[in-house]
């Protein structure tokens, strides 16, 4: 057991790690104290969930994604502290001797433990805290006070600023100061607020909807703003800035543990993100492949199973395994892609499909009568399978 628990902890820390671009937002003036992230990846099951306070631990509101234990990307506590995290490559982070070691999410031991910017310090002071290596955190409390912490020249930095707004994107501010930034969404976003004197929602929004991401392998999945003074959050789905569903937290914990999918959030649906529900699963698939190991992609298979149905309200389809399987047939990986086409014929017994594709990888490995095994199973549940049948027909003749 104990050893599953340190296997989802791992999958979790890598899965936020290997998140792709976000942008975040801070602006406060003397009516108001704001905060904003676009979070951008490619993963579907994106949640939001309550957890209420319990003794040394403050009340909060956290978002990201469901994996077999929540990753929390971003949030707000009671407290009105506020704080999210830019993905990095490798910082050389090096452990602290005289710090002390932190077990379980980083992101949410700040939201349960500390109310502002200066107790935040004092934890990065007192902890050592090796998700910086790949990763910097911006901050903000109710005050108005913000700074993003992050690793430079060897040591923990709190980059901090006399203007009433900080950006965050994804690169080490600490490298830059005083000369361009190499990011076009800090640059766009900065642009749009260096000349504010009054900041409102509508000024976040327009500069996170300026900013939000659309491709293939990096949209904008979700984006939220924080009132901090207010304790109001504003929750956006798949960039669409028309439509916010907002909570009030101090009410919302009033009622318990809660959580809820985005997509349950929102029920109306365009095409664009009917799309990206359809290829969720593939895409998710294939970055734990990519970005990790087969056995993280057939782990996120495992949860894709059964979570896509609680959030979308349908089952995973052949798809997800049957593409990445047949992307690496046809990337010589034919090890690997027996073991996703096996599992897929497992998960599809009743599909010829399923049994074709799983014949054509053991044909391609010299595995002969497994491959003449599965083309008679795919005819037998399609007679008509006119590549099945001349497959089968030139084994039987050799």
């Excluded at 978002?63 to 009671?78: C, D, R, T, V």
């Excluded at 955190?137 to 900080?166: C, R, Y």
């Excluded at 349950?264 to 529900?277: A, P, V």
Aim: proline share 3%; with cysteine.
């Amino acid at each position: 057991m104990k050893k599953a628990i340190v296997i989802i902890i791992i999958l979790s820390v890598i899965l936020i790690k290997n998140s792709y671009s976000c942008t975040i937002i801070m602006v406060s003036d003397s009516k108001v104290t704001l905060a904003g992230s676009n979070e951008d990846s490619t993963f579907p099951l994106t949640i939001l969930w309550f957890v209420p306070a319990t003794d040394g631990n403050y009340g909060r509101v956290c978002l990201g994604y469901k994996m077999m234990i929540n990753s929390i990307q971003g949030g707000m506590n009671e407290k009105g502290l506020f704080l999210d995290g830019n993905a990095l490559s490798k910082q050389g982070w090096k452990s602290d001797e005289s710090k002390k070691a932190l077990f379980g999410s980083l992101l949410d031991r700040i939201l349960a433990t500390c109310a502002n910017i200066e107790e935040v310090k004092e934890f990065f002071k007192t902890y050592n805290t090796p998700a910086l290596d790949q990763a910097r955190i911006p901050v903000m409390d109710s005050n108005g006070a913000s700074m993003i912490v992050e690793w430079h020249n060897g040591k923990v930095v709190f980059l901090e600023t006399e203007k009433p707004f900080q950006v965050a994107t994804n690169f080490v501010g600490s490298k830059y100061i005083g000369i361009e930034k190499p990011c076009w969404r800090y640059n766009k976003a900065n642009e749009m607020l260096q000349d504010k004197e009054i900041f409102s929602i509508n000024t976040v929004r327009d500069a996170l909807d300026a900013t939000h991401q659309e491709s293939k392998f990096s949209s904008t999945v979700y984006s939220f703003i924080c009132d901090l003074q207010e304790g109001i959050i504003y929750v956006y789905n798949y960039h669409d800035f028309s439509n916010s569903v907002n909570f009030k937290l101090e009410e919302e914990l009033r009622k318990g543990n809660k959580e809820y999918y985005l997509s349950n959030l929102f029920t109306e649906r365009n095409e664009d993100y009917k799309i990206f529900i359809d290829e969720g699963p593939v895409n998710m698939i294939e970055f734990g492949y990519s970005r990790i190991n087969k056995n993280a992609a057939m782990m996120f298979f495992n949860i894709l199973k059964f979570q896509y149905p609680k959030a979308f309200n349908r089952d995973i389809d052949i798809n997800a395994l049957s593409q990445v399987g047949v992307w690496l047939m046809e990337e010589g990986k034919l090890e690997d892609a027996t073991m996703f086409l096996e599992r897929n014929k497992v998960e599809f017994p009743d599909s010829g499909r399923a049994h074709f594709e799983l014949a054509n990888v053991y044909l391609k490995s010299n595995n002969k009568e497994k491959a003449i095994a599965e083309y008679k199973e795919t005819l037998v549940i399609n007679p008509d399978h006119k590549q099945a049948n001349q497959a089968l027909e030139n084994l039987l003749h050799q």
